[in-house]
């Protein structure tokens, strides 16, 4: 028998319709057997996530300000799935735990990690599957970092022995029961760590769009959704700015090549995106599978005759950096060059600083800063590494007459990053989106 694991979002647990829908879903394909719950999410869009709403309660409680009516809302938001559903689970308890907890010395990681907590244990109760409480299998040190190694140990051995088991996402604890979260959007992560755990042929994260867009949706007017991502890809994707999955979520299941299905619960019919090791084999559908990006980026250029005559310039301009503890997003260097992309945010207080540093050490022939850039990437692992793709993406730019500052592909040929003008960027992501959707 076949193992998928099943994540289901905020919006795919946001009431009692959703859990019907998603109980449908699940009993579709019997191999859906390991579940990871998101806590109920919004609604319709001016609606707020139960997870907010934990979060606004906590920090009443710690401000030492009246808790008890936001605390009552979040019991009615689980009081109207749990009656939606029928089902007879005790409430009362759990809000007492919660409003004693709030009344003594209140944590904000717990309260934020309750919405998981709950929401899986009446998903469990629903479908009739074991409970897992990432409290005991999910590890995190004392500091609040995950414990990775650990946590690959204790979570197959508690999920392994069941056939069917709901495991809350978000959350766990370090050895002295302390609770600890994921950053926002975690529980993407606890369901490619299960993946990992059980072994799992496949990771389904089901959510509210039918898969990654090839843009970003506010700038490209319906954009295609893209039907396969390699790993490598979508890290880029994400990294630049395209939200899908957590950036986290693709690791433990990349490490065991699990393939990753992004699927709409609202339509379950439709393939949504298939994040796998190797694209399959053929031509690509697209000429490139994606374009995201960043706004604002600060280029720096250093030239200085013979650069790279192997007196270790560029070694000593990274230091510089290093020292600093500046990282930077880009490094291109040519025969008299080296030109420098770094997030104008991280340069906001030392921007002079940075320059007088590189003017004395490296007493550079010329030294130029270029602002209020952003950066493209245009990603597509098989489209590439023709040089076609290329040509006709920078054509289009100059068609469209926008400057390009920067271009930049390494030999992995997974992308090709742009440096475009701010103010011109939006124009460009659709001029480019232009090029791969023919
Ligand atoms: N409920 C948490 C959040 O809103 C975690 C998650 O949904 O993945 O960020």
């Given at each position: ?9 905020g ?33 319709f ?10 979060i ?29 559903l ?24 717990y ?53 069917h088991?709901v ?46 867009l ?6 490209v ?9 390699s ?34 619960t609202?339509?379950?019919?439709d ?71 770094i ?8 921007k ?35 040089s ?15 400057e ?22 939006e ?12």
């Open positions: 028998m076949k193992k998928i694991v099943a994540k289901f979002g919006t795919s647990l946001a009431d009692a319709e959703h859990f019907r829908r998603i109980k449908d879903i699940i009993t579709a394909d019997p191999d859906r057997r390991y579940i990871v719950a998101s806590a109920p999410g919004k609604r869009p001016e609606d707020i996530k139960v997870t907010d709403m934990l606004s309660c906590y920090e009443k409680a710690a401000n030492n300000e009246p808790f008890a009516p936001l605390l009552n809302e979040i019991k009615q938001r689980f009081q109207d799935i749990v009656d939606g029928e089902l007879d689970f005790p409430l009362e308890p759990e809000f007492k735990i919660l409003h004693d907890h709030l009344s003594d010395s209140p944590e904000l990681d309260m934020a990690s309750r919405g998981e907590y709950l929401n899986s244990r009446i998903l469990a109760d629903y479908l009739g599957f074991h409970f897992v409480d990432p409290e005991w299998c999910v590890s995190f040190h004392a500091s609040g970092d995950f414990d990775e190694p650990l946590t690959k140990r204790t979570l197959g051995a508690a999920l392994r022995p069941l056939n088991a495991i809350a996402g978000f959350y766990g604890a370090d050895s002295n029961g302390k609770i600890h979260t994921f950053s926002r959007g975690g529980s993407d992560v606890t369901g490619s760590l299960a993946a990992c755990a059980v072994d799992a042929d496949l990771y389904e994260n089901w959510t509210d769009v039918s898969g990654l090839a843009a970003d949706p506010r700038i007017p319906s954009p295609k959704s893209v039907e396969y991502l790993y490598r890809e979508l890290r880029t994707l994400s990294y630049m700015g395209a939200s899908v999955l957590h950036t986290d979520a693709v690791l433990p299941a990349s490490e065991k090549g699990i393939p990753i299905n992004i699927r709409n609202d339509r379950p019919e393939h949504g995106t298939m994040i796998v090791r190797r694209l399959p084999k053929g031509e690509p559908h697209y000429p490139v599978t994606g374009v995201a990006g960043r706004l604002g980026m600060t280029v720096i250029q250093v030239e200085k005759v013979m650069v790279s005559d192997g007196s270790g310039f560029s070694a000593v301009m990274l230091d510089i950096l290093k020292n600093r503890n500046l990282p930077f997003e880009q490094c291109l260097t040519g025969i008299d060059t080296i030109t420098l992309v997030r104008s945010d991280l340069l906001a207080d030392c002079e600083d940075l320059l007088s540093e590189i003017r004395s050490v490296l007493k550079p022939d010329f030294l130029g800063i270029k602002e209020n850039l952003s950066m493209i990437a245009v990603v597509g692992e098989k489209s590439t590494e023709s076609d793709a290329n040509i006709q993406v920078l054509y289009a730019l100059k068609k469209a007459n926008i390009i500052s920067t271009i930049n592909q390494g030999a992995g040929k997974l992308n090709l990053l742009i440096g475009v003008p701010e103010d011109r960027y124009e460009a992501v659709n001029v480019i989106y232009s090029t791969i959707d023919q």
